[in-house]
């Protein structure tokens, strides 16, 4: 029988490469895009680890998302750094959710207040990405809008507490492998993944729209 954490990453290759081929990523890693749609892309962000990592201290103790909530993932501290050096010291107040963020924030704290395993699906969908395909939008962004390498800007690619990526990844996904569920569980968990991605191209696809290339 194949593992909870291959069966979850199969069931989700066709709206990773989705995700990974959206218009708007091509054109962000393809260097098409100005700065400003950087910045919005991480302002959007911001609104769902935001989502993500507020709830996290609550779900600390929970038998099933407790074991995944790690501190050296937490990636609010870094965002915030990235938007004061792209948005400036008024940074806060110039913060707004599409309403497709709007949609995945929201979806990710209605998991986070009522469903652990949900919780578990939008975590696993964005850090384990975060850890992988990350690092490629981090190198880009770099040579794009010339960022220093790992520095403001770029903070949030930046898992300064993890010193070694690939095994961190092999001890996520023994997590996920271990998780406490069962087979529904497991189902319904692998579906919210799947709804996960959707949010994020709707998304790439609200910022596709607003970030149009005028040929
Ligand atoms: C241009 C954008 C992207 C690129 C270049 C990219 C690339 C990659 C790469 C190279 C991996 C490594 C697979 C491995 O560990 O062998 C990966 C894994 C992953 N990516 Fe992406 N990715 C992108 C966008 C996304 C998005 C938007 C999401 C969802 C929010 C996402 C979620 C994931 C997840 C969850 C994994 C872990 C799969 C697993 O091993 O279980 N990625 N990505």
Redesign the pocket.
Known sequence: MESF?TV??TA?HEQ?VE??TSTF?GDL?GGRLGVAAFARYTEQLWFVYEALESTAGRLAADPVAGPFVRPELLRMPALERDLAHLRGPGWRSTLSALPATRAYADRVRECAEGWPGGYVAHH???Y??DL??GQ??RDRAERTWGFARKGDGVRFYVFEDIANPAAF?RGY?ELLDAVEADELERQRIVAECRR??DL?TGV?RALGAEFPLSA
């Open positions: 954490s979850i990453r989700s990773h995700a990974e990523m890693l696993y969908t964005r384990l990405g992988s395909g490629v939008i990844k996904r996960a991605f994020n790439f």
